[in-house]
């Protein structure tokens, strides 16, 4: 192999180890400086170092600590020339100022405790003093790795408005003067809940997209399923989210089932179950099993997996337990609240009680300020209409919830209905 060539591809395996420990490089940067920026960039500072020197050395044996040692010596350098005195300034420079050499800057690092200073930067992301669209920006960004280009196609926006978000959350952070560090007591219940919201409303947004021209964005799932298994890894002994990792790993499994070869939307009643990813199903079978071991089961996101867990053992959809479904809505409703869980509510109801009993339950909630330009409520009547044969008024819930819709394959699935109700 040439040597432009060894060289292009020790670049790239040393890029690919970058972004596997860019977050926890990240997470312990930002805890030293407070400054999420300036973390930023002492991280890329640190990948330029080992694309000097890793070339020639080799890829040290623990990567991440040996880049956590070089940004942290190269913020030390930069507190000195800036001649700080702040004390925490100084503690950290005392603490790597007799390291004669990589190799004990690196002893040191090991020692670290990245993963509460990866939850630490979660947390921060997260935090609810910035508005929830800029937290799934802001995590994609750091946690994910995502570039600004990335996060703007994922949720069909332009580089501009999201770059805008991220800067927004910064300043946030920076004014709310937000610790970098896992909250304690009361504070972290709400917190948690917080962090929670925004990993599913990432993965939600990639299963079902709200516009544009496909029903599904796949890597959108993927990074909040990543996300969701490192939060996992680092707070083994929380239900709530493992139940939240077992509902994305469930519904994650079935995507590929989800449109047919038209793109246009299919039934869950209707998918080809041979297409479910039974890895995935495996994965999140076993994570709601912890959670309801850990004494979770009536948390709101152990509950949802539960639902999931109900179509995911279920071989044919004639084989699916709607009875068991709809009392799971009927204590989710009394934990979380919501009109969207009572819709949904509905569904399950008409599914094992017949399409009156939905309807009864629909009409209860159909003046509810946040269904009014929902498309699934107008979509869902429809359903319970045309299974009770009233065809015309079903036609025209359909043709509702097809203006109400903005997303390109769901309109054509939801006028096809209302094609199949006649005239």
């Not at 942290?72 to 001649?83: I, P, Y």
């Not at 508005?131 to 799934?136: D, L, Q, S």
Request: some cysteine.
């Amino acid at each position: 192999m040439a040597d432009g060539e060894t060289h292009g591809h020790s670049n790239r395996a040393i890029e690919a180890v970058f972004r596997i420990e860019r977050a926890r490089l990240i997470a312990s940067l930002a805890r030293m400086t407070r400054d999420v920026d300036r973390a930023e960039e002492l991280a890329q500072d640190a990948l330029l170092i080992a694309l000097a020197e890793w070339p020639a050395s080799g890829v040290p044996a623990n990567p991440g600590a040996w880049l956590t040692a070089a940004a942290k010596r190269r913020a030390v350098d930069g507190f000195r020339r800036a001649a700080m005195q702040d004390r925490k300034h100084a503690e950290i420079a005392r603490e790597l100022d007799g390291e004669s050499d990589m190799n004990a800057a690196v002893e040191a690092a090991i020692d670290d405790e990245l993963g509460d200073e990866l939850l630490g930067l979660i947390f921060a992301a997260c935090h609810p003093v910035i508005a929830p669209e800029a937290r799934a920006a802001l995590t994609l960004r750091l946690v994910g790795g995502l570039t600004v280009a990335e996060i703007a196609r994922a949720f069909l926006s332009n580089d501009a408005t999201i770059a805008a978000r991220i800067t927004r959350a910064k300043k946030a952070i920076a004014k709310a003067g937000v610790a970098f560090e896992v909250p304690r007591g009361a504070e972290l219940a709400a917190r948690r809940a917080s962090v929670l919201e925004v990993i599913y409303l990432i993965f939600n947004e990639g299963y079902a997209a709200t516009a544009g021209p496909s029903l599904v964005r796949p890597p959108l799932c993927a990074e909040a399923q990543r996300l969701g298994r490192i939060l996992a890894a680092l707070m083994p002994g929380e239900p709530e989210v493992l139940g939240l990792l077992a509902l994305m790993e469930i519904q994650a499994s079935r995507l590929a089932a989800r449109a047919g070869p038209d793109g246009r939307f299919v039934l869950l009643t209707a998918q080809n179950r041979t297409r479910w990813d039974q890895l995935l199903i495996r994965r999140g079978l076993a994570a709601l099993a912890k959670a309801e071991a850990l004494g979770g089961g009536d948390g709101p996101y152990v509950l949802q997996a539960a639902l999931a867990a109900c179509h995911a053992r279920a071989r044919r959809a004639e084989d699916t337990d709607w009875a068991r479904i709809a009392a799971l809505y009927d204590r989710l409703r009394g934990v979380m609240p919501s009109p969207v869980v009572d819709l949904n509510r509905a569904v399950a109801h008409s599914m094992a009680y017949g399409p009156e009993a939905g309807l009864r339950l629909v009409d209860e909630i159909a003046e509810e300020a946040m269904l009014r330009n929902y498309a699934p409520l107008p979509a869902a009547r429809g359903d319970f209409l045309f299974r009770a044969g009233r065809l015309g008024e079903a036609k025209a819930a359909f043709e509702e919830a097809a203006r109400l819709t903005g997303n390109d394959r769901e309109r054509e699935w939801l006028l096809g209905r209302a094609t199949a109700c006649g005239d």
